[in-house]
């Protein structure tokens, strides 16, 4: 799977917007983008994916560059239980199904 | 629904004993992962199993570690003679289908902790 670039660490207000970037400059046509976070002694959970269209769900939004080299999470009013770690994962249609998790980016929410 | 669940959630043992871990995966889930995190590391995967097919081993960080899935379902994660490096948090994932990387969502349990001493 491709590698991802995300910032170390983020901080944001409660009840305001996030978004949560992360770069794939090497991503290939086949690649989907995912996200997972992981609460504080929890297991990863996944949040959402796209292809290349935006994707909305109940957790989150996804908005994907149209050369699909970078992407960002967003978050519409980020709560104390929001703060986690944000992987973004790109995954081969074809290829392996682990899942190859970077570093993450540490989301920490003040109140 | 139910989900992952792993036990023992804590487990703490000597250096040179031979340890266990348990995942029963969400019911009707045909794959199944393990991964590890150590402290302030990243999550590593270990082993995936597929239905019926040989698991990819290939994260296996060495021979003390081993795995099966028996009926396709309950997973045991096997590591002997631990060392201390191998204190880490285990994570058990399970996902319905798990062909086709691409739209796959995994689904994770709580994790074990191992400490080594």
């Not at chain 1, 959402?48 to 050369?67: F, P, Q, Y």
């Not at chain 2, 703490?12 to 889930?29: A, M, N």
Request: net charge neutral; with cysteine; hydrophobic share 30%.
């Amino acid at each position: 799977d491709a590698k991802t670039t995300q910032p170390n660490s983020m901080e944001s207000n409660e009840e305001e917007p996030v978004h949560l970037p992360c770069n794939h400059s090497t991503i290939s046509g086949t690649d989907y983008i995912h996200w997972y976070r992981q609460l504080p002694s929890q297991g990863p959970e996944y949040v959402i994916h796209g292809l290349t269209s935006n994707v909305n769900n109940r957790m989150a939004s996804l908005a994907i560059a149209e050369d699909r080299k970078s992407s960002t999470l967003i978050l519409h009013r980020a709560t104390l239980r929001d703060a986690a770690v944000y992987y973004c994962i790109l995954r081969d249609h074809n290829a392996g199904n682990m899942l190859t998790f970077g570093g993450g980016t540490r989301l920490m929410v003040k109140p | 629904g139910a989900g992952v669940s792993q036990s023992p959630s804590n487990k703490v043992t000597e250096k040179g004993k031979d340890v266990e871990l348990r995942c029963d995966p969400i019911s009707g889930h045909t794959a199944l992962y393990w991964y590890r995190q150590s402290l302030g590391q990243g999550l590593e995967f270990l082993i995936y199993f597929q239905g019926n097919s040989a698991p990819d081993k290939s994260g296996l960080p060495s021979d003390r570690f081993s795995a099966e899935r028996t009926g396709g379902s309950v997973s045991t994660l096997t590591i002997q003679r631990t060392q201390q490096e191998d204190s880490a948090v285990y994570l058990c994932a399970s996902s319905l289908v798990g062909a086709g990387g691409g739209t796959d969502t995994q689904y994770f349990g709580p994790g074990t902790r191992l400490t080594v001493l």
